[in-house]
Protein backbone atom coordinates (compact mmCIF):
# COMPACT_ATOMS: atom_id res chain seq x y z
CA UNK A 1 0.00 0.00 0.00
CA UNK A 2 1.30 3.65 -0.93
CA UNK A 3 2.23 5.73 2.15
CA UNK A 4 3.59 9.30 2.34
CA UNK A 5 6.67 10.86 3.67
CA UNK A 6 5.81 13.98 5.85
CA UNK A 7 8.59 16.62 6.71
CA UNK A 8 7.40 19.88 8.79
CA UNK A 9 10.40 22.27 9.31
CA UNK A 10 10.40 26.00 10.63
CA UNK A 11 13.69 28.46 9.99
CA UNK A 12 14.33 27.26 13.00
CA UNK A 13 14.56 23.50 12.56
CA UNK A 14 12.93 20.02 11.44
CA UNK A 15 10.06 19.66 13.65
CA UNK A 16 8.83 16.52 12.34
CA UNK A 17 9.99 14.00 9.81
CA UNK A 18 8.46 10.96 9.11
CA UNK A 19 7.88 7.67 6.52
CA UNK A 20 5.15 5.45 5.59
CA UNK A 21 2.77 7.91 6.72
CA UNK A 22 -1.09 7.34 6.01
CA UNK A 23 -2.90 10.57 5.73
CA UNK A 24 -1.96 14.38 6.31
CA UNK A 25 -5.26 16.85 7.70
CA UNK A 26 -4.04 19.88 7.84
CA UNK A 27 -5.27 23.48 8.15
CA UNK A 28 -5.56 24.97 4.80
CA UNK A 29 -6.01 28.75 3.89
CA UNK A 30 -9.51 27.95 2.97
CA UNK A 31 -10.25 25.01 5.12
CA UNK A 32 -8.92 21.78 6.17
CA UNK A 33 -6.95 19.67 3.96
CA UNK A 34 -7.10 15.69 4.10
CA UNK A 35 -3.79 14.50 2.32
CA UNK A 36 -3.65 11.01 1.19
CA UNK A 37 -1.00 8.83 -1.01
CA UNK A 38 -1.24 9.73 -4.56
CA UNK A 39 -2.73 13.21 -4.09
CA UNK A 40 -2.55 15.73 -6.88
CA UNK A 41 0.28 18.00 -6.93
CA UNK A 42 -0.60 20.84 -4.93
CA UNK A 43 1.07 24.00 -3.18
CA UNK A 44 -1.29 25.97 -0.36
CA UNK A 45 -0.58 28.62 2.30
CA UNK A 46 -1.60 27.60 5.64
CA UNK A 47 -3.56 28.68 8.33
CA UNK A 48 -3.08 28.65 12.35
CA UNK A 49 -4.49 25.72 13.44
CA UNK A 50 -3.70 21.78 14.22
CA UNK A 51 -1.77 19.91 11.73
CA UNK A 52 -2.66 15.68 12.47
CA UNK A 53 -0.74 13.21 10.88
CA UNK A 54 -1.95 9.76 10.74
CA UNK A 55 0.16 6.48 10.77
CA UNK A 56 -1.08 3.04 11.28
CA UNK A 57 -3.66 3.54 14.27
CA UNK A 58 -1.30 6.12 15.92
CA UNK A 59 -1.94 9.92 15.39
CA UNK A 60 0.75 12.98 15.75
CA UNK A 61 -0.69 16.25 16.68
CA UNK A 62 1.21 19.86 16.12
CA UNK A 63 0.27 23.22 16.13
CA UNK A 64 1.02 25.34 13.18
CA UNK A 65 0.71 28.97 12.97
CA UNK A 66 0.97 30.13 9.04
CA UNK A 67 3.39 28.77 6.17
CA UNK A 68 3.09 26.65 2.66
CA UNK A 69 2.49 23.33 2.29
CA UNK A 70 3.66 21.55 -1.14
CA UNK A 71 2.42 17.78 -2.19
CA UNK A 72 3.10 15.08 -4.12
CA UNK A 73 1.71 12.12 -4.81
CA UNK A 74 4.87 10.43 -2.09
CA UNK A 75 5.60 13.58 -0.54
CA UNK A 76 3.88 15.94 2.25
CA UNK A 77 6.73 18.96 2.90
CA UNK A 78 5.46 21.76 5.41
CA UNK A 79 7.21 25.16 5.76
CA UNK A 80 5.64 26.96 9.21
CA UNK A 81 6.47 29.94 10.19
CA UNK A 82 5.50 28.41 13.15
CA UNK A 83 5.39 24.71 14.31
CA UNK A 84 5.13 23.10 17.88
CA UNK A 85 4.41 19.25 18.44
CA UNK A 86 1.70 19.40 21.08
CA UNK A 87 3.65 16.68 23.12
CA UNK A 88 6.33 19.81 23.61
CA UNK A 89 3.82 22.35 25.06
CA UNK A 90 3.73 23.25 28.53
CA UNK A 91 0.24 24.15 29.08
CA UNK A 92 1.05 26.68 32.32
CA UNK A 93 3.55 28.61 30.26
CA UNK A 94 0.89 29.28 27.27
CA UNK A 95 -1.89 29.94 30.29
CA UNK A 96 0.76 32.55 31.43
CA UNK A 97 1.28 34.08 28.31
CA UNK A 98 -2.52 33.93 27.46
CA UNK A 99 -2.88 36.46 30.41
CA UNK A 100 0.48 38.51 29.57
CA UNK A 101 -1.37 39.54 26.52
CA UNK A 102 -4.59 40.32 27.74
CA UNK A 103 -3.19 42.20 30.16
CA UNK A 104 -1.56 44.14 27.97
CA UNK A 105 -4.20 44.65 25.96
CA UNK A 106 -6.48 45.91 28.40
CA UNK A 107 -3.57 48.04 29.82
CA UNK A 108 -3.00 49.23 26.61
CA UNK A 109 0.31 49.96 28.46
CA UNK A 110 2.42 52.53 26.62
CA UNK A 111 4.82 51.18 24.35
CA UNK A 112 3.18 47.96 23.43
CA UNK A 113 2.48 46.68 20.11
CA UNK A 114 -1.50 46.10 20.29
CA UNK A 115 -1.74 44.11 17.12
CA UNK A 116 1.52 42.08 18.23
CA UNK A 117 -0.16 41.92 21.56
CA UNK A 118 -3.70 40.52 19.98
CA UNK A 119 -1.51 38.00 17.84
CA UNK A 120 0.15 36.27 20.75
CA UNK A 121 -3.52 36.37 22.27
CA UNK A 122 -4.81 34.26 19.44
CA UNK A 123 -1.44 31.68 19.35
CA UNK A 124 -1.77 31.17 23.13
CA UNK A 125 -5.40 30.57 22.89
CA UNK A 126 -4.74 28.60 19.93
CA UNK A 127 -2.23 26.50 21.64
CA UNK A 128 -4.57 25.91 24.99
CA UNK A 129 -7.70 24.77 23.20
CA UNK A 130 -5.54 22.19 21.01
CA UNK A 131 -3.14 21.12 24.04
CA UNK A 132 -6.44 20.82 26.25
CA UNK A 133 -8.33 18.74 23.42
CA UNK A 134 -5.55 16.29 22.59
CA UNK A 135 -4.48 15.93 26.62
CA UNK A 136 -7.96 14.68 27.26
CA UNK A 137 -7.50 11.68 24.05
CA UNK A 138 -4.54 10.01 26.00
CA UNK A 139 -3.95 7.62 22.86
CA UNK A 140 -0.64 6.15 21.32
CA UNK A 141 1.33 8.77 19.36
CA UNK A 142 4.03 8.19 16.52
CA UNK A 143 6.67 7.83 18.19
CA UNK A 144 6.10 4.94 20.54
CA UNK A 145 5.03 7.25 23.39
CA UNK A 146 1.56 7.72 25.28
CA UNK A 147 -0.26 11.49 25.55
CA UNK A 148 -0.50 12.34 29.24
Known amino acids: MAKLSVEIVTGERVVYSEEDVDMVVAPGADGTLGILPHHAPLITALSSGELRVKKGGRE ?24 ENIEELDLLRVEEARRAAQESIANRQSGINLEQAEAELRRANLRLAIGQRRGSRRGPTIGGGTES
Not at 60 to 80: C, N, R, S, W
Open 60 to 83: QALVVFGGFMEVTPDKVIVLADIA
